[in-house]
Protein backbone atom coordinates (compact mmCIF):
# COMPACT_ATOMS: atom_id res chain seq x y z
CA UNK A 1 0.00 0.00 0.00
CA UNK A 2 1.49 3.67 -0.61
CA UNK A 3 0.46 7.32 0.59
CA UNK A 4 -2.12 7.09 -2.84
CA UNK A 5 -3.95 3.88 -1.65
CA UNK A 6 -5.71 2.49 1.13
CA UNK A 7 -7.70 -0.36 1.97
CA UNK A 8 -11.40 -0.06 4.15
CA UNK A 9 -9.83 -2.57 6.43
CA UNK A 10 -6.33 -0.22 6.67
CA UNK A 11 -8.91 2.92 7.16
CA UNK A 12 -10.96 0.99 9.90
CA UNK A 13 -8.14 -0.01 11.55
CA UNK A 14 -6.53 3.58 11.67
CA UNK A 15 -9.82 4.81 13.18
CA UNK A 16 -9.79 2.10 16.01
CA UNK A 17 -5.61 2.97 16.70
CA UNK A 18 -7.43 6.90 16.63
CA UNK A 19 -9.96 5.99 18.89
CA UNK A 20 -12.18 8.98 17.44
CA UNK A 21 -15.30 8.18 15.22
CA UNK A 22 -13.68 9.66 12.52
CA UNK A 23 -10.29 9.98 10.87
CA UNK A 24 -8.25 11.72 7.91
CA UNK A 25 -6.64 8.94 6.09
CA UNK A 26 -5.15 11.07 3.11
CA UNK A 27 -4.72 14.56 2.09
CA UNK A 28 -3.49 16.32 -0.78
CA UNK A 29 -4.40 19.93 -2.15
CA UNK A 30 -7.89 21.10 -0.76
CA UNK A 31 -8.98 17.18 -0.66
CA UNK A 32 -9.16 15.91 2.97
CA UNK A 33 -10.24 11.84 2.57
CA UNK A 34 -11.69 10.78 5.93
CA UNK A 35 -13.46 7.25 7.41
CA UNK A 36 -16.38 8.18 9.44
CA UNK A 37 -17.86 5.59 11.88
CA UNK A 38 -20.56 7.27 14.58
CA UNK A 39 -21.52 5.06 17.35
CA UNK A 40 -25.46 5.07 17.87
CA UNK A 41 -25.72 8.52 17.23
CA UNK A 42 -24.50 11.42 14.43
CA UNK A 43 -23.61 14.33 16.42
CA UNK A 44 -21.70 16.23 13.28
CA UNK A 45 -22.07 20.20 12.93
CA UNK A 46 -22.57 22.17 9.58
CA UNK A 47 -18.82 21.96 7.65
CA UNK A 48 -17.11 25.11 6.45
CA UNK A 49 -16.07 23.15 3.24
CA UNK A 50 -18.30 21.07 0.93
CA UNK A 51 -18.26 17.32 1.57
CA UNK A 52 -19.18 14.30 -0.57
CA UNK A 53 -19.86 10.92 1.25
CA UNK A 54 -19.62 6.99 -0.34
CA UNK A 55 -21.37 4.30 2.32
CA UNK A 56 -18.89 1.67 2.94
CA UNK A 57 -21.26 -0.20 4.95
CA UNK A 58 -24.71 -0.44 6.95
CA UNK A 59 -27.99 1.27 6.53
CA UNK A 60 -29.89 4.56 8.06
CA UNK A 61 -31.30 7.46 7.12
CA UNK A 62 -29.66 10.97 5.95
CA UNK A 63 -30.88 14.26 6.78
CA UNK A 64 -29.62 16.85 4.46
CA UNK A 65 -30.47 20.16 4.50
CA UNK A 66 -34.27 19.60 5.92
CA UNK A 67 -34.86 16.74 3.75
CA UNK A 68 -34.43 12.73 4.41
CA UNK A 69 -34.12 9.84 2.52
CA UNK A 70 -32.51 6.24 3.10
CA UNK A 71 -29.00 5.43 2.76
CA UNK A 72 -27.31 1.97 1.50
CA UNK A 73 -23.81 1.00 0.82
CA UNK A 74 -22.50 2.35 -2.19
CA UNK A 75 -24.68 5.42 -1.89
CA UNK A 76 -23.48 8.78 -2.90
CA UNK A 77 -24.24 11.91 -0.42
CA UNK A 78 -23.24 15.76 -1.10
CA UNK A 79 -23.19 18.32 1.15
CA UNK A 80 -23.03 22.07 0.37
CA UNK A 81 -20.54 24.00 2.90
CA UNK A 82 -22.41 25.20 6.07
CA UNK A 83 -25.87 23.03 5.42
CA UNK A 84 -26.82 21.10 8.61
CA UNK A 85 -26.55 16.95 7.84
CA UNK A 86 -26.51 13.89 9.92
CA UNK A 87 -27.21 10.06 9.69
CA UNK A 88 -29.81 8.69 11.70
CA UNK A 89 -31.24 5.36 12.70
CA UNK A 90 -28.49 3.61 11.36
CA UNK A 91 -27.07 0.43 12.04
CA UNK A 92 -24.11 -0.60 14.13
CA UNK A 93 -22.01 -1.17 10.96
CA UNK A 94 -22.45 1.56 8.86
CA UNK A 95 -19.22 3.91 8.21
CA UNK A 96 -18.59 5.94 4.86
CA UNK A 97 -15.85 7.53 3.46
CA UNK A 98 -16.24 11.61 3.79
CA UNK A 99 -14.16 14.03 1.28
CA UNK A 100 -14.06 16.99 2.13
CA UNK A 101 -12.80 19.68 -0.63
CA UNK A 102 -12.39 23.21 -2.20
CA UNK A 103 -12.44 26.58 0.04
CA UNK A 104 -13.63 27.57 2.72
CA UNK A 105 -17.40 28.22 2.01
CA UNK A 106 -17.58 25.69 -0.61
CA UNK A 107 -17.65 26.17 -4.25
CA UNK A 108 -20.32 27.97 -4.95
CA UNK A 109 -23.89 26.42 -6.98
CA UNK A 110 -22.72 24.48 -9.64
CA UNK A 111 -25.30 21.82 -9.81
CA UNK A 112 -27.07 20.09 -12.86
CA UNK A 113 -30.53 22.16 -11.52
CA UNK A 114 -28.98 25.55 -12.20
CA UNK A 115 -28.02 24.39 -15.91
CA UNK A 116 -24.33 23.25 -14.55
CA UNK A 117 -22.78 20.13 -15.38
Known amino acids: MTDREISVQKAHQ ?15 GTLAVELYKPEKVDHQQPHDRDEVYVVIAGTGTFRN ?3 S ?3 NPGDFLFVPAGVAHRFEDFTPDFSTWVFFY ?12 KGNP
Open 102 to 113: GPVGGEGATSPE
Open 69 to 71: WPF
Open 14 to 28: LLRESGNVFTTVFRH
Open 65 to 67: GGK
